[in-house]
């Protein structure tokens, strides 16, 4: 049972990993960039990457709902419950935040829903305000992860 919780616990840490990492590329180098895309250009800069993005997240986010939910069970009646509620409220708010509000404006901006540049500009800073929220709630259910394998102290002899 132990050797399933750690591979529970470390496949929610390469998910939120994962997550973070986009979240911290798009907010430090991808930004900058965006601010000046236009119709000619969107597909290519924005387009491709988000439906790559997406199609990813698609597969790896559901099976983080399970794994935090395992991890909530597993740290019941232990210190390390806070984070494990944490790591699961966290990958909910992301959802929410992604398929509830992103999505419809990757749909509109890929499929060319704009009357022109400026429209596109400001549909891609309301899609960067919406993203900066997921970097902060991705940043603190990393921060959350890690907190419970480091709680834990000697990560493999914990398992044994």
Request: glycine share 8%.
């Amino acid at each position: 049972m132990n050797w399933v919780l750690l591979f529970v616990e470390l496949y929610f840490l390469f998910g939120a990993t994962m997550y973070v990492g986009t979240m911290w590329v798009l907010k430090w180098f991808l930004y900058p960039t965006w601010r000046s895309l236009d119709r000619s250009n969107v597909d290519m800069h924005f387009g491709v990457p988000t439906k790559r993005a997406t199609a990813f997240f698609t597969v790896v986010v559901p099976i983080m709902f399970l794994a935090g939910g395992a991890m909530i069970w597993a740290e019941w009646g232990t210190t390390r419950i806070i984070p494990a509620i944490v790591c699961e409220a966290g990958i909910i708010a992301l959802t929410i935040v992604g398929q509830g509000l992103i999505i419809p404006i990757n749909i509109k901006i890929r499929g060319g829903d704009f009357a022109d540049d400026n429209e596109l500009r400001s549909l891609l800073i309301r899609w960067m305000m919406l993203n900066d929220i997921r970097f902060y709630v991705s940043t603190l259910t990393w921060l959350s992860m890690v907190w419970i394998l480091v709680a834990r102290g000697h990560l493999l002899g914990s398992f044994a």
